[in-house]
């Protein structure tokens, strides 16, 4: 797992981005939306309200999931929590499931304990 990744993601994602640009619902629009999709886009160097023109979002998943250094448990719960019924409940009721602030707090407590726990 790279700890320092994950951290600049976080802090990226809560000072970048807002919370209208930010969303977990769904990933394929051409634009990061998502906790992968900002991932992705932290890569290529992309600043919120970018167009991704050149971004393959089926690849984004796995891309994100190598460059944070997570196992495939840590990828399937942090980039499709509304898969898990734990995770779904702990984050229903949220305006767009998960907020950005939710998003940043699971971040930074997965660099910290190696889990994700929304």
């Known amino acids: 797992m790279h700890k320092e990744r994950i951290l600049d993601l976080a802090?990226?994602?809560e000072n970048e981005v807002t919370d209208e640009q930010f969303h977990m619902e769904e990933w394929a629009c051409s634009t990061a939306a998502c906790i992968g999709g900002w991932c992705e886009a932290r890569q290529m160097g992309v600043k919120p309200g970018d167009f991704l023109d050149e971004l393959d979002f089926r690849a984004v998943p796995e891309t994100a999931m190598s460059y944070l250094g997570l196992n495939l448990e840590q990828e399937n719960d942090?980039?499709?929590p509304h898969f898990n019924v734990a995770n779904y409940q702990a984050v229903k009721g949220e305006p767009g499931y998960i907020s950005r602030t939710r998003a940043v707090a699971t971040l930074r407590r997965l660099a910290e304990t190696g889990e994700v726990a929304w």
Do not use: A, G, Q
Request: no cysteine.
């Open 78 to 80: 942090l980039f499709f």
């Open 11 to 13: 802090d990226f994602i």
